[in-house]
């Protein structure tokens, strides 16, 4: 009786060690007696206890493998770049993909390393930010001639990361600051280009607005004082005398607004109460004298005409 008791318990394992469960995309290679038997997917499974064995499993999910390869550009600058390889087992190669390779990530990073290298130096370091497409490309075609004979199909290749030295990443961004300053001061010099021409569009076109008032003013006021000239002329005051009296009157006005204001700067010269009839009275006498003047000279010229044509 307490032999049976060990025996039934050791059973008992036994019977529990015959059944497994394999996860979903999942594949379990089973061997009998050290040889391969047969290869069980998602489910559960039995094997026979003391003769079958779970030799391994493998993932039939997408993996994900890194490599970090550092390499040296056409121009001599050191880089880094960091591979990420997509790949999955084969359903169809299993055994190939278990038996065959003993370790797929050192295998699979071998192949990145001489595609990278090979490939890499031929690029200057601008064409390698360029054209890492390219790269991928390359790395992706050898591993799927590679691999696909071990059971691993290359899903996807991908140059996640461009890594040069800190000093030569610095001297590209001086580069790239240098170059957006320029660009930068070439159309702070356009804006101020074009400011400078549209300011002086506006004072040409101001100062040519400005003369035209001056003019109208000026126009206004020789059409105002021929006026006045004609009403002085109809009451007895001939055009001499009319003149003075204008300015005369002007000149009093030209008093009068300086006395309503405070703060004028304007200093009319002579200003005593006898100037304005010295004022009237030397205006009349050069008006007269000036007259005397025309009317000699117009004699002479009528004389002139004359003796020319008797000669003639």
């Not at 003769?51 to 001599?76: F, H, M, N, P």
């Not at 190669?93 to 031929?122: C, G, N, W």
Request: aromatic share 8%.
């Amino acid at each position: 009786m307490y032999f049976l008791i060990p025996i039934a318990f050791f059973g008992i394992i036994i019977l529990f060690s015959a059944f497994f469960v394999v996860k979903q995309q999942t594949a379990v290679t089973v061997e009998r007696f050290g040889k391969f038997h047969s290869i069980r997917n998602s489910g559960l499974h039995l094997k026979i206890p003391l003769v079958d064995r779970i030799a391994g499993r493998l993932s039939l999910k997408i993996q994900q493998l890194d490599v970090i390869v550092e390499t040296k550009t056409l121009d001599d600058v050191f880089v880094k770049l960091k591979i990420s390889v997509q790949y999955v087992v084969l359903k169809s190669k299993i055994y190939e993909a278990f038996y065959q390779l003993e370790y797929p990530h050192e295998q699979i990073t071998s192949y990145v390393f001489d595609v990278v290298r090979a490939e890499v130096p031929k690029m200057k370091l601008d064409d390698v930010f360029v054209k890492k497409d390219d790269i991928a490309i390359a790395v992706k075609e050898e591993l799927q001639d590679a691999m696909l004979d071990y059971g691993y199909d290359i899903i996807k290749t991908l140059v996640t990361d461009i890594d040069p030295d800190a000093q030569v990443k610095e001297a590209m961004n001086r580069i790239n600051a240098s170059e957006r300053e320029k660009i930068a001061a070439q159309f702070e010099g356009d804006a101020a280009r074009i400011l400078i021409v549209e300011k002086a569009k506006a004072e040409a076109e101001s100062k040519r607005l400005q003369g035209q008032g001056i003019a109208d003013q000026r126009r206004e006021i020789a059409r105002g004082l021929e006026e006045s000239v004609e009403v002085l002329n109809k009451v007895g005051i001939n055009s001499q005398e009319a003149s003075a009296l204008i300015v005369v009157t002007q000149h009093y006005d030209t008093l009068q607004s300086i006395g309503e204001e405070t703060n004028s700067n304007l200093i009319l010269l002579p200003n005593s109460p006898q100037a304005g009839s010295d004022m009237l009275n030397n205006m009349v006498a050069s008006f007269s004298a000036s007259n005397q003047i025309g009317e000699a000279m117009k004699r002479q010229r009528e004389e002139q005409d004359n003796g020319n044509a008797k000669k003639k």
